[in-house]
């Protein structure tokens, strides 16, 4: 028995932040970032929610998408998996807001927090878990963000974030789904983009916020090779652990925050570009939400079809990096509606 994707959904908001209008915040501090920025990841707008949303609703909208598709109603739900790093609250978990919000009333629901690999994380779990439990047939997994909340508006880096949320749903078939992971992380880079306070190693205090450290920030760069060579490496673990090539793969959708280093990886991996799928040049860097939102597009563009071997690749801060392999279900009926 399988785990497989059986449809998708994601969810945009309506505020654009166009790049135009970070040159007029910026430009004063820091000329010609916002070019610079540009021109090395490829973004060129990004989408705010209104200021009294918090990361739920994104994910709600999204999920309740994905459920339409699936032709699934909300109280058939076993299980909902929310993968984020800009959560609600520190506790409760997001998931649980998010199985209230879309009336997943029968649904157990737990969090994934490995930042911008929290979606194929998210569903390597989900896809073990139905594998080994008959009783979990139909999960929801969703991947969503909403930084710029917790950004300092101040801050150049704000450049990246845009919010959304991308979601799928998973249900047991005999027919192949889920193929294979990998994952690879490094510790000792944590502290080079963090939130400091909210946690027990600095609760949220007046010097807290008088520091900075409510907000997100980066206090070091990460070399460039954590991706430029880590994604290459965590595709041919996916293949070998799933018993492929990397020439087999069909379509690969990486971690959506600079679109020459997706040129890169693809050139390291000997795949043409038409094999994967960026989205960052319209949404802006979507964190924990990107991989799914890219899939979201890609299937809506049918630039996957069915049989397709697909593999997914996240990577966020910490580091943490994971890779997802599936195999598109025969008919896809609802995949590509």
């Known amino acids: 028995m399988y785990a497989n994707i059986v449809s998708t959904g994601m969810y945009l908001p309506e505020i ?3 790049n135009d209008a970070l040159r007029a915040r910026f430009d ?25 949303w918090a990361t739920s609703d994104l994910a709600a909208r999204a999920a309740k998408q994905a459920l339409e598709r699936a032709g699934r109603r909300p109280e058939e739900v076993d299980l909902v998996i929310v993968g984020t790093d800009s959560p609600d609250f520190i506790t409760p978990a997001t998931s649980v807001i998010v199985q209230d919000k879309i009336g997943a009333k029968n649904a157990g629901t737990f969090d994934v927090g490995c930042a911008c690999a929290s979606f194929p994380t998210a569903f390597t779990s989900a896809a073990g878990m139905m594998m080994a439990n008959a009783n979990l047939k139909v999960v929801v997994v969703v991947g969503v963000y909403m930084m710029h909340k917790l950004t300092d508006p101040n801050d150049p880096m704000a450049f990246f974030y845009g919010d959304g949320a991308g979601a799928a749903v998973l249900e047991r078939s005999e027919e192949a789904g889920f193929v294979s992971s990998a994952f690879r992380a490094d510790g000792s880079y944590a502290k080079r983009w963090a939130i400091f306070a ?31 060579e880590g994604w290459p490496a965590v595709v041919r673990d996916v293949a070998k652990n799933g018993g492929f090539a990397v020439s087999d793969i069909d379509f690969l959708i990486f971690t959506q925050v600079r679109k020459p280093t997706i040129e890169l990886v693809m050139n390291d991996l000997g795949l043409p570009m038409e094999k994967t799928h960026t989205v960052m040049e319209k ?48 008919d896809g009926a609802r995949l590509f509606s």
């Open 198 to 228: 909210g946690g027990t190693v600095e609760p949220t205090t007046e010097e807290s916020f008088r520091k900075g450290h409510t907000r997100v920030k980066m206090y070091d760069r990460y070399p460039p090779e954590i991706n430029n």
């Open 283 to 330: 949404w802006g860097y979507t964190g924990s939400a990107c991989i799914p939102m890219a899939l979201d597009d890609a299937f809506r563009q049918k630039k996957i079809k069915p049989r397709d071997l697909v593999v997914m690749v996240g990577s966020g801060v910490g580091y943490n990096q994971a890779g997802a392999a599936f195999r598109v279900a025969g």
């Open 16 to 18: 654009e932040i166009s």
């Open 28 to 52: 004063k501090l820091i000329p010609e970032f916002v070019d610079k920025m540009e021109a090395s990841s490829g973004i060129m707008t990004r989408w705010y929610a209104p200021e009294d």
